[in-house]
């Protein structure tokens, strides 16, 4: 039972580390945005949401089709997003940065002219309804 134990405890130990891809003593507000945007372009291409939420109290609730490419960054606190694409089959690529406090971001649907968009909210208690039909 003792090896047992022991390689279980090595087992996942590996596992850690060769996951843990990030030096996290390095990250500080100066470097996140950068290992954000690393993150991102690793993952593109594929279909599916990238939210990372940075902060307390960050609500992002997605309702999407199976081609909607989307990237949420939330940096602070109580910020809100709503994106809601199940409308439509059409392949759909978006982004969305809310960087401050007690921001609410609300869209719904796509077209042409939104495909590709990309939002960037800096600041407080910023309010953003889209609405694309």
């Known amino acids: ?3 047992l134990g022991w390689g279980a405890f090595t087992l996942f130990a590996v596992l850690c580390v060769q996951a843990q891809q990030v030096d996290w003593d390095k990250v500080n507000s ?10 991102q372009t690793e993952q593109q291409g594929l ?7 940075i ?5 992002a609730e997605l309702f999407l089709n199976a081609k909607t490419n989307i990237a949420v ?3 602070g606190d109580f910020n809100t997003l709503y ?3 199940s409308f439509t089959d059409k392949e759909t690529k978006t982004a ?3 960087q401050g406090n007690n921001n609410i971001i609300d869209i719904t649907g796509s077209n042409s002219v939104s495909d590709g968009m990309q939002i960037h909210v800096k600041g407080d208690n910023k309010t953003i309804f889209m609405r694309n039909y």
């Open 1 to 3: 039972m003792f090896k």
């Open 30 to 39: 100066n470097t996140v945005l950068d290992l954000i945007l690393r993150q």
């Open 47 to 53: 279909y599916g949401s990238n939210v990372i939420q």
């Open 55 to 59: 902060g307390d109290y960050n609500n």
């Open 73 to 75: 960054q939330q940096l």
């Open 83 to 85: 994106f809601i694409n």
């Open 96 to 98: 969305v940065t809310a």
